[in-house]
């Protein structure tokens, strides 16, 4: 397994805590926040990103889903809303934000269709060929060894079955990079500690995403991984990328 860059990014310096550690303590921490700061940092695309990404699902029509670093459940609802699948399991190593999710799963009446559980992506707790599509939105930078995620992923879906990750990316023109410079490096972290009283996880975003390994590059580590058929689509003059594979 090749250890990239951002596989050492960490959202605190001084703790002597592994990634998965520190990730799992963030999120607990900024949960009550999250979903709101999603909306207000992203004036609301990110929902539009969501969106997009879920219907790379239209075609193969999973019927049981695994979302990986489903957080507060965002993409598991949508994704049951938009593809109707029989089961959608997502697992998250925060507690916190696990918490959230299944309040609104229960306020929905979803608890049928979505079952949301503690887990890790680099162990995943099912058998081999379990799903039919596996979905991770924001959340591959967060994996503390990418490729033994990805692996694990890989392992679980059933053959013909589809990765879609949603992830953010660097823009290409140098006007816009400029701008998304200033306001991930200046106004993120600063709303982040307004708001959720925590300027590192917003500090730690930034960094995470300079050293993600994005475009051509994540998609070569999908092929070396055994993935067929992968492809990339940016979003939003490349704020954002869409990155899909198939077992």
Same mark, same amino acid.
């Given at each position: 397994? $090749?250890?990239?860059?951002?596989? $050492?990014?960490?959202?605190?310096?001084?703790?002597?805590?592994? @990634?998965?550690?520190?990730?799992?303590?963030?999120?607990? #921490?900024?949960?009550?926040?999250?979903d709101?700061?999603?909306?207000?940092?992203s004036?609301?695309?990110?929902i539009?990103?969501?969106? @997009?990404?879920?219907?790379?699902?239209?075609?193969?029509? &999973?019927?049981?889903?695994?979302?990986?670093?489903? =957080?507060?459940?965002?993409?598991?609802?949508?994704?049951s809303?938009?593809?109707? &699948?029989?089961?959608?399991?997502?697992?998250?190593? %925060?507690? =916190? /934000?696990?918490?959230?999710?299944?309040?609104?799963?229960?306020?929905?009446?979803?608890?049928?269709?979505?079952?949301?559980?503690?887990?890790?992506?680099? $162990?995943?707790?099912?058998?081999n #060929?379990?799903?039919?599509?596996?979905?991770?939105?924001f =959340?591959?930078?967060?994996?503390?060894n990418?490729?033994?995620?990805?692996?694990?992923?890989?392992?679980?879906?059933?053959?013909? =079955?589809?990765?879609?990750?949603?992830?953010?990316?660097?823009?290409? %023109?140098?006007?816009?990079?400029a701008?998304?410079?200033?306001? /991930?490096?200046?106004?993120? &972290?600063?709303?982040?500690?307004?708001?959720?009283?925590?300027?590192?996880?917003?500090?730690?975003l930034?960094?995470?995403?300079?050293?993600? &390994?994005?475009?051509?590059?994540?998609?070569?580590?999908?092929?070396?991984?055994?993935?067929?058929?992968?492809?990339?689509?940016?979003?939003?003059?490349?704020?954002?990328?869409?990155?899909?594979?198939?077992?």
């Amino acid at each position: 397994m $090749t250890d990239y860059a951002h596989d $050492t990014v960490v959202p605190y310096k001084d703790s002597e805590l592994a @990634k998965k550690q520190q990730v799992a303590g963030m999120f607990n #921490d900024i949960a009550f926040r999250y979903d709101f700061l999603n909306r207000f940092l992203s004036a609301g695309i990110d929902i539009r990103w969501r969106k @997009k990404a879920i219907k790379q699902l239209l075609k193969t029509q &999973p019927k049981t889903i695994l979302d990986v670093a489903t =957080g507060t459940a965002d993409v598991a609802i949508m994704a049951s809303g938009i593809l109707k &699948p029989t089961k959608i399991t997502g697992i998250d190593i %925060s507690d =916190g /934000m696990l918490e959230l999710g299944r309040k609104k799963i229960q306020k929905l009446g979803l608890e049928s269709t979505i079952e949301l559980l503690n887990g890790d992506c680099e $162990t995943i707790n099912f058998k081999n #060929d379990s799903f039919d599509a596996v979905t991770v939105a924001f =959340g591959v930078r967060n994996f503390e060894n990418l490729e033994k995620g990805l692996a694990e992923i890989l392992r679980v879906l059933k053959p013909g =079955g589809k990765l879609v990750v949603l992830e953010f990316s660097k823009p290409k %023109s140098a006007v816009v990079k400029a701008f998304y410079n200033f306001y /991930m490096k200046i106004i993120c &972290p600063v709303a982040g500690k307004i708001f959720s009283k925590n300027r590192d996880a917003y500090q730690y975003l930034d960094e995470s995403i300079q050293k993600f &390994p994005e475009g051509k590059n994540f998609t070569n580590i999908l092929d070396n991984l055994g993935y067929k058929n992968t492809y990339t689509k940016p979003l939003s003059l490349g704020i954002c990328s869409i990155y899909c594979g198939e077992k």
